[in-house]
């Protein structure tokens, strides 16, 4: 597979919550921090999302985050920071995990119904 064939998707997500701006969550190891910056890449074959190739998986290859800390504190407090986040994010749960996924399709009312 050639890089041409591979097509790069970026999620980026930066900003506090509301909670942590009303000082309802915050500081629970007490390691002061100016900012977080999380920025996730991920590949995709293109030939599976498009059905061009049933060989091909739709999803994403890998995925690479990129975790920047802005914060004063010391090696071993962001270490003690990254592996407690580690432990109860759960975005990273769900992409290290398998996790059951029920989907449910429903047609309006007045829509055609599905064949019996």
Same mark, same amino acid.
């Given at each position: 597979?050639?890089?041409?064939?591979?097509?790069?998707?970026?999620?980026?997500?930066?900003?506090?919550?509301?909670?942590?701006? /009303?000082?309802?969550?915050? @500081?629970?190891? %007490? !390691?002061?921090?100016?900012?977080?910056?999380?920025?996730?890449? &991920?590949?995709? +074959?293109?030939?599976?999302?498009?059905?061009?190739? /049933?060989?091909?998986?739709? @999803?994403?290859? %890998? !995925?690479?985050?990129?975790?920047?800390?802005?914060?004063?504190? &010391?090696?071993? +407090?962001?270490?003690?920071?990254?592996?407690?986040?580690?432990?109860?994010?759960?975005?990273?749960?769900?992409?290290?995990?398998?996790?059951?996924?029920?989907?449910?399709?429903?047609?309006?009312?007045?829509?055609?119904?599905?064949?019996?």
């Amino acid at each position: 597979m050639t890089t041409s064939q591979l097509t790069r998707l970026c999620i980026v997500r930066h900003g506090e919550t509301a909670w942590n701006a /009303e000082h309802r969550v915050q @500081g629970q190891l %007490d !390691i002061p921090l100016n900012g977080v910056s999380v920025k996730l890449t &991920g590949r995709l +074959d293109l030939r599976g999302f498009f059905a061009v190739d /049933e060989g091909v998986r739709p @999803g994403l290859r %890998d !995925i690479h985050a990129t975790v920047t800390i802005d914060s004063p504190a &010391g090696a071993d +407090d962001i270490e003690r920071l990254k592996a407690t986040v580690d432990r109860h994010c759960p975005v990273l749960d769900i992409l290290r995990n398998v996790t059951p996924v029920k989907t449910e399709y429903r047609l309006p009312s007045g829509s055609a119904k599905a064949a019996a």
